[in-house]
């Protein structure tokens, strides 16, 4: 079992930062990689970036390229997501996420662990 809880979420204003900060606890060594979801209100939960298990190897949704970095701390079993230039389309609930098997990134069924949520909320 994994458990993980996520935390730094707040409101901001267009072009500001923020760093959300997963922390993961349990079996982490069974991990595969470790991702980023989002949830806007009335929308589909969407992948946003994912971390491999060597924390070198990174992905990213198109919408946030360039402005969100994941990375890790394998010491401490934290996976952060550094969100610069922020804008209000990314307004949504963001979900931490760990995988012990493979599959395709975006798709949420290769998630086994799921951390409760913490609210972004970005002002024009």
């Known amino acids: 079992q994994v458990q993980l809880v996520e935390s730094g979420g707040a409101s901001v204003q267009a072009g500001g930062s923020l760093r959300l900060s997963c922390a993961a606890s349990?079996?982490?060594?069974?991990?595969?990689?470790m991702a980023w979801f989002r949830q806007a209100t009335g929308k589909e939960r969407e992948g946003v970036a994912l971390i491999f298990r060597d924390a070198h190897s990174t992905l990213y949704d198109d919408s946030v390229k360039g402005r969100f970095t994941i990375s890790r701390d394998t010491a401490k079993n934290t996976v952060f997501l550094q969100m610069d230039s922020l804008k209000p389309e990314d307004t949504a609930m963001y979900y931490c996420a760990a995988a012990m098997s493979w599959g395709y990134w975006r798709d949420r069924d290769m998630y086994q662990y799921w951390g409760q949520g913490t609210q972004v909320t970005v002002s024009a």
């Open positions: 349990g079996d982490v060594s069974s991990l595969k990689a």
